[in-house]
């Protein structure tokens, strides 16, 4: 397991759920899932990959290497190369002989964040996404205007208040909409369902 050779490759394969805990994982791994448990999203600096989902798992490669598997968060996502780069730097630190493999299929999902990623998420500004809310298969719908009244009620992550309404579909982020809330006038991201 150790080594100087890092690098990383991107992947598309069709493998089932892989596990998110790293206390499922062989214990061979268990001080570089520690290691890698300190990295944080680019983006969003209070949450850890594995706490977002998007550190999926460990695994030896066919030439004895580690593998780490990543999954973005959506397609095209930018902080996806600085995520890379800092498994890399983690793996070198570690000496660990290693990869990093972006893994596309299946793909990302909000259900992958933990628990504690929607609260801290919470706490740093950002409306979390609803639990359960990309469950199945996603589907593009056009509705018209009145077709916004089904949409799930997004909660002021600054006072709590359900009296929002989104700005811009697109936040800071692809992956966030702009909302504000009516009652205490804060404007706020919302991280959506995927």
Not at 34 to 48: G, S
Not at 113 to 132: C, F, N, Q, S
Request: proline fraction near 6%; glycine fraction near 8%; charged fraction near 20%.
């Amino acid at each position: 397991m150790k080594g100087s050779d890092v690098s990383t490759s991107t992947t598309c394969a069709l493998t089932p759920s892989l596990s998110q805990n790293a206390g499922e994982q062989d214990s061979e791994f268990a001080s570089l899932w520690r290691a890698l448990d300190q990295l944080t999203d680019p983006e969003i600096p209070v949450v850890t990959l594995q706490e977002m989902g998007i550190l999926r798992a460990l695994r030896r490669g066919a030439d004895g290497q580690v593998e780490v598997v990543i999954t973005p968060t959506y397609s095209g996502c930018p902080a996806m190369e600085q995520i890379a780069d800092d498994i890399v730097a983690t793996l070198r630190r570690e000496g660990v002989a290693g990869r990093v493999v972006t893994q596309l299929a299946p793909a990302w999902t909000t259900d992958w964040m933990t628990p504690e990623a929607r609260d801290k998420l919470r706490a740093y500004g950002i409306a979390p996404p609803h639990v359960g809310g990309a469950a199945g298969a996603a589907v593009i719908q056009f509705a018209s205007q009145s077709g916004a009244k089904n949409r799930p009620t997004v909660h002021c992550p600054q006072c709590g208040s359900a009296n929002t309404t989104e700005t811009s579909h697109f936040g800071s982020t692809a992956c966030k909409a702009l909302y504000r809330c009516l009652d205490c006038l804060e404007p706020f991201d919302h991280f959506k369902n995927i």
